[in-house]
């Protein structure tokens, strides 16, 4: 009886080499009516031209979890050239990886060629670096070889129109079904290959709410520092995805615990000892994924300012202790922060621009007097500034009352304005420029006659 059961337990976990295991059109829930018409066109197209055509990834994965995929991507026997002929208006993409861009209507879908092994081919374009990264991966193989060069087991699932059925050669299903995060093949060999697969493995999990299986996850601490090796062009791309999908909190948590956040945010990761610091990161994420909840706008511009600002602050004070008036020392802050966190993941100038201005109006938020609480709010980055001002009393660095000010000034009317300005004059404050005065870092001359 107990030896039963501890047989059984064996069985349980160690899984079982899955080999190639195809889910009829019975056996599982997904129908063609759940995919995009564009990826149906695409799919008919190729097979039609005698080529082989799967929609693979995040879409049939997605489907299984019964969610709605954002996108589709199909692979294909079919070489790039050879499926470009078959989509006007194509293009190919990348040179590590060369994928098709096929547009139909409005949509793009991305067509793969099947990846095969490095080892055999006569095409043999692989190409590694000395860290054992992947530097071209576009040698071609069959449907099996693709499975195996994927990521997860999850994300290694195709299915097809041509016979309805599920594609499974790595055990894909079951680790859905147990809500699994596995990478195919050794972990340490295919984080090696291509480090960004260790975000990705965060990514699902946080975004899936999944497990990361033990031996995936067990590499990703010690080799966390391979994200150096990384394009901070490539990295700023994941961090959007890791970040401003909906799932940032928790993302974030998790990034934490393996010691990847370190590599993307070293100068966040070093004050995350400050309660303040943390908290506002945490707010900063948490505020991000609900507005993504509502459908609201959200900008990286905010989330940077956020996640950098425990770093800027703690770098202008230390300027201003040493004698530099606090206007200058926040624009040197700034600098060097920005900067020191390029090397790490680029911010494209669209975003550490208004990042900046969130940054300089907060100290602007206090100067209220004459008509300037009118003219901050007229500011383009005010909106963004006010709630980044909010996020600060909210985490305790800040004393709560601006904020409160601030929220009843955007509702009331012009005399109620004026009243709220009066009234802050009395009492001597809604000045708070007098660090500002004169400074290299005040661009706008001060109006003659400034009431304080
Ligand atoms: P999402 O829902 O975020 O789009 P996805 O699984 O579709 O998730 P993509 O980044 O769109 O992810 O990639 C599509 C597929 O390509 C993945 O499912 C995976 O099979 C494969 N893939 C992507 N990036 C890698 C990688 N770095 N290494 C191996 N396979 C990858
Ligand atoms: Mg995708």
Same mark, same amino acid.
């Given at each position: ?79 790039p ?11 190919i993409v990348g040179r590590r990886f060369r994928i098709l861009h ?8 991305e067509?793969t ?25 576009n ?147 948490? /505020?991000?994924? $609900? =507005?993504?909840? %509502?459908?609201? #706008?959200?900008?990286? &511009?905010?989330?940077?300012?956020? *996640? ?62 004459? /008509?300037?609480? $009118? =003219?901050?709010? %007229?500011?383009? #980055?005010?909106?963004? &500034?006010?709630?980044?001002?909010? *996020? ?61």
């Amino acid at each position: 009886m107990l030896n039963s059961l501890i047989s059984s337990i064996k069985r349980w976990r160690k899984p079982a080499n899955p080999g190639p295991r195809v889910i009829a059109r019975s056996d599982h829930s997904i129908s063609r009516r759940d995919i995009s018409r564009a990826a149906l066109t695409v799919m008919k197209r190729l097979q039609e031209a005698g080529f082989q055509a799967y929609i693979v990834g995040g879409g049939v994965r997605d489907l299984l979890l019964g969610g709605h995929p954002k996108d589709f991507d199909v692979a294909t026997d079919a070489t790039p050239e050879q499926a470009k002929q078959l989509f006007r208006g194509s293009r190919i993409v990348g040179r590590r990886f060369r994928i098709l861009h096929a547009r139909i209507g409005r949509e793009v879908i991305e067509v793969t060629t099947f990846r095969g092994h490095h080892s055999d081919g006569e095409e043999h374009e692989a190409q590694q670096s000395e860290h054992g990264m992947l530097l071209r991966d576009n040698v071609y193989g069959d449907l099996q070889s693709d499975a195996v060069r994927r990521d997860f087991t999850v994300n290694a699932l195709y299915y097809t129109t041509n016979g309805f059925a599920i594609h499974d050669y790595t055990g894909g299903v079951r680790d859905i079904e147990q809500r699994l995060i596995r990478m195919i093949g050794d972990p340490v060999t295919r984080y090696k290959e291509d480090p960004v697969r260790m975000l990705r493995a965060v990514r699902f999990a946080a975004k899936l709410d999944f497990n990361i299986e033990d031996k995936t996850a067990a590499p990703l601490t010690e080799l966390a520092p391979l994200l150096r090796n990384i394009a901070p062009a490539r990295l700023f791309d994941e961090v959007l995805k890791l970040l401003m999908s909906g799932h940032g909190e928790r993302t974030f948590e998790l990034l934490r615990q393996y010691r990847l956040w370190h590599h993307l945010f070293p100068d966040n990761a070093a004050r995350l000892d400050d309660p303040a610091a943390l908290e506002l990161t945490r707010l900063a994420l948490r /505020n991000t994924d $609900q =507005r993504i909840r %509502e459908e609201m #706008r959200v900008t990286p &511009a905010f989330l940077y300012a956020a *996640l950098l600002w425990p770093a800027v602050n703690a770098e202008q004070q230390k300027l201003v202790d040493r004698g530099t008036p606090p206007v200058p020392a926040l624009a040197q802050a700034a600098q060097k922060i920005t900067s020191s966190q390029l090397a790490h993941t680029a911010i494209p100038k669209r975003f550490s621009i208004p990042m900046r201005e969130i940054w300089d109006l907060q100290s602007r938020l206090s100067q209220r007097g004459g /008509n300037r609480a $009118q =003219r901050q709010s %007229e500011h383009p #980055r005010f909106r963004a &500034a006010y709630d980044f001002l909010l *996020l600060r009393e909210q985490c305790g660095e800040l004393e709560p009352g601006l904020g409160q000010w601030w929220t009843e000034f955007q509702q009331a009317d012009d005399e109620q304005r004026q009243q709220m300005v009066r009234k802050l004059q009395r009492s001597g404050s809604g000045s708070g420029n007098r660090r500002g005065r004169g400074s290299r870092g005040g661009r706008r001359r001060r109006p003659p006659k400034a009431a304080e």
